[in-house]
């Protein structure tokens, strides 16, 4: 079996993505008459869990910090707790009697305060997102059970591995198409590992092993952008 390979492009950009593509899954061994399926026109989609657990998972931080008894925070988070539960089993209706209980607690016993403002406004936003996604929220611990997909965390893992922190908003940069387009080829071939054999192809006098000294020419002398943007070390000692 061929080791799993990375592949990232700029559709926009890129003037032949579909051969791109097709000459990735030739040489993971797909046959001609294979049929390979991306996405089902049939297939069913579901409300992702991981981001359920999130937002449950912030009010319970504003429900500890609550100004009032610590019975009473208490109270609260196990009531975040009955709301995970019915979720769990794709019990809306529940989830929202819940939701409705938990306003209740805080306008009876009055608790005001920082947190106690945002977790009322967290507990209003989520009840709009469950009314809203409702028809996409399934019983999760059957799912989970017949061993099926419940989230997406395993995607969104392979495209931050690939891209990095290079796109990352932290770092408060623009990407021209081009430049997003050529440093997702580098990133790709160094995660395959088929940088130093695509050198060889380009260049079929590159050597196998070469001096040490060799190699810290060749660093130095590539643009430090392209060393970033693999993940190399720019500078060389």
């Known amino acids: 079996m061929e080791p799993s390979r990375c592949f990232g492009f700029v559709q926009t950009y890129d003037e032949k993505p579909k051969r791109r593509l097709f000459e990735l899954l030739k040489g993971q061994g797909m046959q001609m008459n294979q049929r390979v399926m991306f996405l089902n026109p049939e297939a069913e ?11 449950l998972t912030v009010m319970g931080q504003y429900a500890k910090g609550l100004d009032t008894t610590q019975e009473k925070r208490e109270e609260i988070l196990k009531s975040l707790e009955s709301v995970k539960h019915y979720l769990w089993h794709g019990n809306v209706v529940r989830v929202r009697d819940k939701l409705e209980d938990l306003h209740g607690i805080l306008d009876h016993e009055g608790i005001a305060g920082e947190n106690g403002q945002k977790l009322r406004k967290a507990l209003d936003e989520f009840d709009t997102y469950i009314v809203v996604n409702q028809p996409l929220i399934p019983n999760y611990g059957e799912r989970w059970r017949n061993e099926e997909a419940i989230a997406t965390g395993f995607v969104e893992s392979s495209v931050n591995q690939i891209v990095s922190k290079r796109f990352s908003k932290k770092q408060q940069m623009q990407w021209t198409k081009k430049s997003t387009h050529l440093v997702l080829q580098m ?9 130093e054999d695509t050198f060889r192809d380009w260049y079929p006098d590159f050597r196998t092993n070469p001096p040490e000294d060799e190699i810290k020419q060749a660093v130095l ?5 392209v060393l970033r943007a693999v993940g190399a070390n720019p500078q060389c000692k």
């Open 45 to 55: 989609h579901y409300l992702d869990w991981f981001h359920i657990t999130m937002r």
């Open 221 to 225: 002398s590539t643009p430090k952008w």
């Open 187 to 195: 990133r790709t071939q160094v995660l395959d590992e088929r940088l």
